[in-house]
């Protein structure tokens, strides 16, 4: 699951709702697929992923890209400001967590389904995927109370100025 958190959900989001099918054949004989009496499935059903709208025709098929395609902790913090400011306590070098310290959760207006408030939109694919945003977002926390009982940081800085110093850092 680590390796989801950091190698898949860091650096990369394609999303797939362009409709368009990108069926493949299930050979007749494929032992992989067919269970001697069971349903025999023809196709396996898969959907093309988003793609730049500039290739594919005279250059190769491109897909697009929704987070930043960096290590650089935008699964924990957000790829945009509006993802940010979900998930940070306003005024604050926290970040939003439960009383209990898990990630806290808001009902999706446009679903009205609960949606946990982390960096990345896929943090409920899994329970253990839920659970190492809440442990990185509680270690930002820890960290920031740390930094910020320390003045040697942002030394003569005014206090908004000094929050944002240790929410980067």
Known sequence: VFGQFVASHEIGFTPSDTGEAFDIEIFPDDPAFYVEGGPRRQFLDLERSDFDPDTGVDRPREQVNTVTKAFDG???YGSTPAQEARVRVPGSAHLRVSGTGAIPVEIDAA???PTPLAGDDRAAENALL???????????NRLADALMANPAICV???DADRI??????
């Not at 839920?130 to 930002?140: D, P, Q, T, Y």
């Open 74 to 76: 935008s699964t924990i």
């Open 111 to 113: 679903t009205g389904r």
């Open 130 to 140: 839920l659970s190492l945003h809440g442990l990185f977002a509680r270690e930002h």
């Open 156 to 158: 003569g800085c005014s």
């Open 164 to 169: 944002e110093t240790v929410y980067e850092t």
